[in-house]
């Protein structure tokens, strides 16, 4: 049988600054990638969001990014190795503090941003990620944008690894996401992206932006709930990979 996890950036508000759907998109999905504190979150939403997780049954994942609240992590940092290796493990620590305190482990860790970004074409980087995931706790999942660098360093160390697709977006012939700044980058065709999901997790394949075939492994489809049109987008996918005969189910189900 095919299985295949959904996941989501879940735990982004920050102070009085509330962003996302979290309490509607929980309900869809089987792992939540919840923000650590440095690109959004906080504490106190760490804190409610780990429940909601443990209340919902949905993987916990630590989603460490850049010290950028106000770039929201997308922004591009000039961080060395030995330093991204410190953020991961300072920020994947608190977000065990969390867990552990609701009786729950973290299940994977899923960079967020322009670290993830930086790191699926950045040997040295990815490596420093893999590093401090397996130091800290050699269990622990790590998740990257599938065939990328981020994915080879977790299996050169040893740890098991999640390729993630997105539902949304288009790729390069390489393996790469196309660039928001380009035309195309974002499929706003609720049944095309819907489509092409199905296909990646059952074939294997996905059409680039170029209209060529390429191999692509979807363990995990990263969907967004940050406004009522993504939840109810949330919602088909999941209802359409079910009905194509897929079972939706948590990483920690079948990556082994």
Request: aromatic share 6%; hydrophobic share 45%; net charge neutral.
């Amino acid at each position: 049988m095919y299985k295949v996890d959904l996941n989501s950036d879940l735990g982004e508000s920050f102070g009085s600054y509330k962003v996302g759907l979290d309490e509607e998109v929980i309900k869809y999905v089987t792992s939540a990638n919840i923000a650590c504190g440095w690109h959004a979150g906080d504490p106190l939403v760490m804190e409610k969001t780990v429940k909601m997780a443990k209340e919902q049954d949905v993987g916990i994942g630590a989603h460490p990014g850049f010290f950028d609240l106000m770039g929201f992590g997308r922004r591009n940092m000039a961080a060395t190795p030995e330093e991204v290796k410190a953020y991961i493990k300072y920020q994947l620590g608190a977000l065990m503090a969390f867990a552990k305190s609701k009786g729950e482990k973290v299940q994977h860790v899923k960079p967020h941003g322009a670290m993830y970004n930086m790191a699926a074409k950045d040997k040295a980087l990815a490596k420093a990620i893999a590093e401090a995931v397996y130091e800290v706790d050699e269990n622990i999942i790590l998740m990257g944008l599938a065939n990328s660098e981020m994915i080879k360093a977790g299996k050169e160390i040893g740890l098991k690894v999640a390729n993630e697709v997105f539902a949304d977006r288009a790729y390069n012939p390489d393996g790469t996401l196309v660039s928001r700044k380009l035309e195309g980058a974002v499929i706003h065709d609720a049944e095309l992206a819907i489509s092409r999901v199905v296909r990646m997790v059952k074939t294997g394949k996905v059409t680039a932006i170029n209209g060529e075939d390429i191999e692509i492994r979807a363990d995990s489809i990263c969907v967004h709930g940050d406004n009522p049109e993504a939840v109810a987008f949330v919602k088909r996918i999941r209802s359409k990979l079910e009905e194509e005969g897929v079972k939706v189910t948590a990483i920690s189900n079948f990556i082994k």
